[in-house]
């Protein structure tokens, strides 16, 4: 059965910095394309990044290039999102997902999400 | 980057009724345009991938369609638990940009 389970909750201080996980089980974690999502509270699906762990080939969306780092460990089968430096406004929910790119490109299995809260 | 519009923004209907959802890209995507359903505090999930395929285990009653910059999800017969958000994604060029949402509930 694929699995992406993400990393629990975080409540983080602004100028902290983060990096949260999402492992991959039941596929060949270095053959398929994990995303990222943003969802702010109470707004609309946001793509952050892609990296395929295979290479660790990376895109990012304009938006955040810069703002945070996506990389993977594919010893261990985890993608990460991380920030050097968070603010108020990167409190959200956060996705990753599987990339699939069989008959058109679609992400097919989400991990659960992660809370990220950031105040003083 | 390319925008993603949708209309209508939201939408109230009955259990029985046929709704449909449009999707605008700003340029040619050339059908690499998934459907996704969100429920509050849910991941989203995957309905439709590339236009028109049914992903596995989704009902017979959701289907796709479109072409070109212009892009449908159509529900035959809404159900009680089809009451959520819908979001459409182009995936034909990176960053692989969401449209902001239908959320269709109960009249």
């Known amino acids: 059965e694929v699995q992406l389970v993400q990393s629990g909750a975080e409540v983080i201080k602004p100028g902290e910095s983060l990096k949260i996980s999402c492992k991959g089980s039941g596929y060949t974690f270095t053959s398929f394309w994990i995303g990222w999502v943003r969802q702010m509270p109470g707004k609309d699906l946001e793509w952050i990044g892609i990296i395929y762990p295979g290479d660790s080939d990376t895109r990012y969306s304009p938006s955040f290039q810069g703002q945070v780092t996506i990389s993977a460990d594919k010893s261990i089968n985890v993608a990460y999102l991380q920030w050097s430096s968070l603010k108020a406004s990167d409190t959200a929910m956060y996705y990753c997902?599987?990339?699939?790119?069989?008959?058109?490109?679609?992400?097919?299995?989400w991990g659960q999400g992660t809370l990220v809260t950031v105040s003083s | 980057d390319i925008q993603m519009t949708q209309s209508p923004s939201s939408l109230s209907a009955s259990v029985g009724d046929r709704v449909t959802i449009t999707c605008r890209a700003s340029?040619?995507?050339?059908?690499?345009l998934n459907w996704y359903q969100q429920k509050s505090g849910k991941a989203p999930k995957l309905l439709i991938y590339?236009?028109?395929s049914l992903y596995s285990g989704v009902p017979s009653r959701f289907s796709g369609g479109g072409s070109g910059t212009e892009f449908t999800l159509t529900i035959s017969s809404l159900q009680p638990e089809d009451f959520a958000t819908y979001y459409c994604?182009?995936?034909?060029?990176?960053?692989?940009?969401f449209g902001p949402g239908t959320k269709v509930d109960i009249k």
């Open positions: 590339t236009t028109t």
């Open positions: 340029q040619t995507i050339s059908g690499y």
């Open positions: 994604q182009q995936t034909s060029t990176t960053p692989f940009t």
């Open positions: 997902a599987r990339q699939s790119v069989v008959s058109g490109s679609f992400s097919d299995y």
